[in-house]
């Protein structure tokens, strides 16, 4: 990847899940199972486009709890590698995808890679997951380390939600 990855600072979560990695990589890459858990705790996820394969995209729409926040948000697949391996770029986005700054923060970067690697664990899966902004100024690098705890606490929730997901599914 030659993307201008701003790796001073990056968050690095490592989890493991009781599943086996094949059905953890589809929980990643499939739409049935992506929307039944992706996002911090409350919120609810609507996908509007999924196309998990290296150069494809994710288009949804999280809405909080209450209704009274609504994000859009996408996903730019950098590398899709079964059942190993999922690399993307995160952003905010408009309904039609294009690229907007954060509703809550107008120096966050506007683009985050993340890099999920599953590894398996005699038939557990070990996800490690590392963030880092892209081609993002100084400004928007300090404000990502700053929210940095929030970011890892949404993480960890959800997180949670796909351990629950998985248990669900055995």
Known sequence: ????????FEIAITRVFDAPRELVFKAWTELGHFAKWWGPKGVTLEIVKMDARSGGEFLGIQTSPYGNQVM?????????????KVAYIRSFSDEQGNTVRAPFSVSWPLEIMNIIT????EGKTVLK????????????????????PKLQQDLEGTFDKLADYLVSLN
Do not use: H, I, R
């Open 1 to 8: 990847m030659d993307n201008n990855l701003n790796q001073s």
């Open 129 to 148: 997951l590392k963030g880092c902004p892209v081609n993002a100024s100084a400004e928007e690098q300090e404000t990502y380390k700053g929210m940095a």
């Open 72 to 84: 859009w948000g996408k996903f730019a697949y950098q590398e899709v590698v079964e059942p190993e």
């Open 118 to 121: 599953l590894e398996d664990d």
